[in-house]
């Protein structure tokens, strides 16, 4: 299995700790996914973020409704917390949040680490769209997360 890496890095002016309560908190996930991803949450909230936390939720893939399934395998407040996909469209999905407390606020870090299913055709897609679109995504949220934070 090929396996691909997503960093991200963002610095806010915000002390680590309200950054930290930002995002442990499921539901603002969907306030920084794009809206063409028609994210939502089936997990009745408010969901409390603890290691064995599971969080059901669809988003749209090239169109198609998919049902995401998360299961929070680390949880080290205020600094980190790690999801780890059940179910859904990658054959693997690894996804570590990293904060960081520096001088006049936060840096935030994401590392992915996520796999595509079908062999050759799920590299072949990875280099024709997938990687791209995880880009937009992310360049989305860091738009998204200054002006929540500025």
Same mark, same amino acid.
């Given at each position: 299995?090929? #396996?691909?890496?997503?960093?991200?890095?963002?610095?806010?002016?915000?002390?680590?700790?309200?950054?930290?309560?930002?995002?442990? =908190?499921?539901?603002?996930?969907?306030?920084?996914?794009?809206?063409?991803?028609?994210? !939502?949450?089936? #997990?009745?909230?408010?969901?409390?973020?603890?290691?064995?936390?599971?969080? &059901?939720? #669809?988003?749209? !893939?090239?169109?198609?409704?998919?049902?995401?399934?998360?299961?929070?395998?680390?949880? &080290?407040?205020?600094?980190?917390? !790690? &999801?780890?996909?059940? =179910?859904?469209?990658?054959?693997?999905?690894?996804? #570590?949040?990293?904060?960081?407390? !520096?001088?006049?606020?936060?840096?935030?870090?994401? &590392? @992915? =680490?996520?796999? $595509?299913?079908?062999?050759?055709?799920?590299?072949?897609?990875?280099?024709? $769209? @997938?990687?791209?679109?995880?880009?937009?995504?992310?360049?989305?949220?860091?738009?998204?997360?200054?002006?929540?934070?500025?």
């Amino acid at each position: 299995m090929k #396996t691909y890496l997503l960093h991200a890095e963002q610095f806010v002016a915000k002390p680590l700790e309200e950054v930290f309560a930002f995002f442990e =908190r499921p539901e603002n996930l969907a306030r920084i996914t794009p809206e063409s991803l028609g994210f !939502v949450i089936m #997990t009745p909230s408010p969901i409390e973020m603890k290691v064995g936390t599971l969080i &059901d939720y #669809t988003i749209k !893939v090239m169109g198609l409704r998919m049902r995401w399934t998360t299961l929070i395998s680390g949880y &080290d407040p205020p600094h980190r917390f !790690v &999801d780890e996909q059940l =179910r859904g469209p990658y054959s693997f999905w690894h996804h #570590t949040h990293t904060f960081a407390a !520096v001088e006049g606020g936060t840096k935030i870090l994401d &590392d @992915v =680490r996520y796999a $595509l299913p079908f062999g050759i055709f799920g590299r072949i897609a990875h280099v024709l $769209l @997938v990687r791209r679109d995880l880009e937009q995504i992310f360049k989305h949220r860091e738009k998204i997360i200054a002006h929540l934070f500025k």
